[in-house]
C-alpha cells in the first residue's frame, strides 16, 4: 500500500509510534537523520518542510547560505525495526527555503531527474535495477592514522588466519582464501545472521530474493535484492546497507561495505544490473540478437564502455575501490562484453530465456557509492549509447586471463586509481548534463570534494607496507 501523508499519520496512531526519524542522504553517499516526538510531526511537514543546517553537511551549503529544508516522501515512510523507541523512518528530499525549488546537490533529487529525462526521451518510461551490494562482517576492527602512526586490523572468527590461533577453543574450519563460496555450516558461520538480516530487510519492505556466503574469507556475503525503479532501488540500497549494519552490531559483528578490506583475497562489488522498458515491454530482449541481447541493449553497453572511466568516479569512487579494481585479478577492469563471462565489465546474464529477465550486468561498481548518483550516470551513460548508436564492438567469449599478450593489449581497462577516474569525469560529462539530470555545480563539487578530502589525503601518507619495503634503503 503506498502511503500518503495522512496515511503515515495514521500509521504514527496505529503503531503507537513514539518518534519520527527523518532521513536524507550527503553527497558522499550516507544517510543523514535527526528526530522528532512524534507528537510534534504534523501534516504540513510533508508541504512545509523541517528545517536544518545545510553547512553541516558533506558537499551542501556554505555556513552564510546554511537555512535549508528536508521535506519528508510519505511513499517512503517504514517503521524501523532496530530500534528499542518505537520510531518511524521517512525519506526525505532537500529544498531550498527561500526559491522553495528542489535542492540541485540532493542526489535523490538527481536520481528523480533521471527518471524524468528517460521519459522525456521517449526511448522507455521505466529503467529497472537490481545491485548486488557485497559486504563483510566482522567480529573486530581497529585502525588509527597519526603523523607518527598509521594501522588497521581486522579480525574474523572463520578467518584463515585464526586457524591456528588459540580462541579458547578453536572449532577449525576457517575459510581458505577465496573458498567462502556456497559451504555449508559450520564452515559458513554466518547463515544465520544471514537470515536474520533478511527478514529484517523484509519488515522494512525490501524484496529479498537471496542470501549466501561470498567468495572471500573473513564473512564476505551478498543479499540480492529484487529490481526494482531507480529511485526505488537507490531508497531501498540505503535501507539494505542501514539493516545489515544495525543487525551485525546487535549480535557482536561489525558490517563494512569498503571495496577491499582485506588484502589478497576478494574485494566486495556491487554488479549492477539494468534494463530499460517501455508500455510493459522489455526493451532489452531480442530473441535473434547475440546473447538475445536487442540492438538497444547492444547500444546501451556501449555507452557504458565508453563512459565507464567516467562512470567509475561516480560508481567506484573511493580510493580503496581502485585496490579491488586491479588488471589479472577477478575483479572486472576490461572494458569489453560477453555472455556469461564474469571477466567482461559488461556481462548479459544466461540464467533464463524468459524475455522479462533479459539484463545487462555492469559489473564494475561497489558499495561504496551514492546509489542515486551512481544509478543515475549508468542510465545517462547507457541513453548516450542509444541515442548515439554507440558500437561496443564484437562481444569478448574468451577466458580474458588467458589472452596471449598481443590480444589483451587491445583490451581498455578501467582507470587504476580514484585520481584518474576524476579526471575523467572533469573531462567526460556532457552526457550527465543532458536535461539537466546532473548539473556542472554538482560535478565540480563532487570533483572537488574527492580531491580534498580523499584523494590528497591518501596520497600524502606513507603506509605500513611502504617502511617494509623502503625503511633501509
Known sequence: MTLDAKGVLALIQEHNIKMVDVRFIDIPGTWQHFSMPANMFEEDAFTDGLGFDGSSIRGFQVINESDMLVVPDPTTAFIDPVLEVPTLAIICDIRDPITGEPYSRDPRHIAKKAEAYLKQTGIADTSYWGPEAEFFLFSDVRYGNQPYLSFYSVDSEEGWWNSANDMGINHGQQVPPKRGYFPCPPTDNQQDIRSKIVMT????????????????????????????????????????????????????????????????????????????????D????????????????????????????????????TTNSYRRLVPGFEAPV???????????????????SSPRSKRIEFRCPDPSCNPYLAFAAMLMAGLDGIQNRIDPGDPLDKDIYELPLEELARVKSVPGSLAESLDALEADNAFLLKGNVFTEDVIETWLTYKRENEVIPVQLRPTPLEFSLYYDI
Request: aromatic fraction near 10%; charged fraction near 15%.
Open 201 to 280: 530487510m523484509q519488515e522494512v519492505g525490501i524484496p529479498v530474493e537471496v542470501h549466501h556466503h561470498e567468495v572471500a574469507t573473513a564473512g564476505q556475503a551478498e543479499i540480492d535484492m529484487r529490481f526494482g525503479p531507480l529511485v526505488q532501488m537507490a531508497d531501498n540500497l540505503l535501507k539494505y546497507k542501514y539493516v545489515v549494519k544495525n543487525v551485525a552490531r546487535k549480535h557482536g559483528l561489525t558490517a563494512t561495505f569498503m571495496p577491499k578490506p582485506l588484502f589478497g583475497d576478494n574485494g566486495s562489488g556491487m554488479h549492477t544490473h539494468q534494463s530499460l522498458w517501455k508500455d510493459g
Open 282 to 317: 522489455n526493451l532489452f530482449f531480442d530473441e535473434t540478437g547475440y546473447a538475445h541481447i536487442s540492438l538497444a541493449a547492444k547500444y546501451y553497453i556501449g555507452g557504458l564502455l565508453k563512459h565507464a572511466p567516467a562512470l567509475l568516479a561516480l560508481a567506484a569512487p
Open 334 to 352: 576490461n572494458l569489453v562484453y560477453s555472455q556469461r563471462n564474469r571477466s567482461a565489465a559488461c556481462r548479459i546474464p544466461m540464467y533464463s
